[in-house]
């Protein structure tokens, strides 16, 4: 079982940056893909990134890439999203998200097993 705490949201004007954390809790997490992805109003739940656990790789939807950037901290248990240039579009509550021992592009957010509360983002323009 795997715990996610999502911080870090909060109200920015476009063109600014903002680093939102995702605290896991659970011994394996070094062992575990963690991705996010984010929710506005109305809208599906659309990927944002992923990292790998064995060699760190990345993902981007298209929208964020060149914007944000995904990073892990195995020894603290955190998956971290930078995000840079932001504009009103990225207004959505984001979501943590993980999936144990796999290392494929996980796009579809029915395929991954734990999720965190989301955090809220918005950019003012």
């Known amino acids: 079982q795997v715990q996610l705490v999502e911080s870090g949201g909060g109200l920015v004007q476009a063109g600014g940056s903002l680093r939102l954390s995702c605290a896991a809790s659970?011994?394996?997490?070094?062992?575990?893909?963690m991705g996010w992805f984010r929710q506005a109003p109305g809208k599906e739940r659309e990927f944002v990134a992923q990292?790998?656990?064995?060699?760190?790789?990345?993902y981007y939807g298209d929208s964020v890439k060149g914007r944000f950037t995904i990073s892990r901290d195995n020894a603290k248990n955190t998956v971290y999203l930078q995000m840079s240039s932001l504009k009103p579009e990225d207004t959505a509550v984001y979501y943590c998200?993980?999936?144990?021992?796999?290392?494929?592009?996980?796009?579809?957010?029915?395929?991954?097993?734990?999720w965190g509360q989301g955090t809220q983002v918005t950019v003012s323009s």
């Open positions: 659970g011994r394996t997490f070094s062992t575990h893909t």
């Open positions: 998200a993980a999936q144990p021992n796999t290392d494929v592009l996980i796009r579809s957010r029915g395929d991954w097993n734990y």
């Open positions: 990292i790998y656990w064995s060699d760190r790789s990345t």
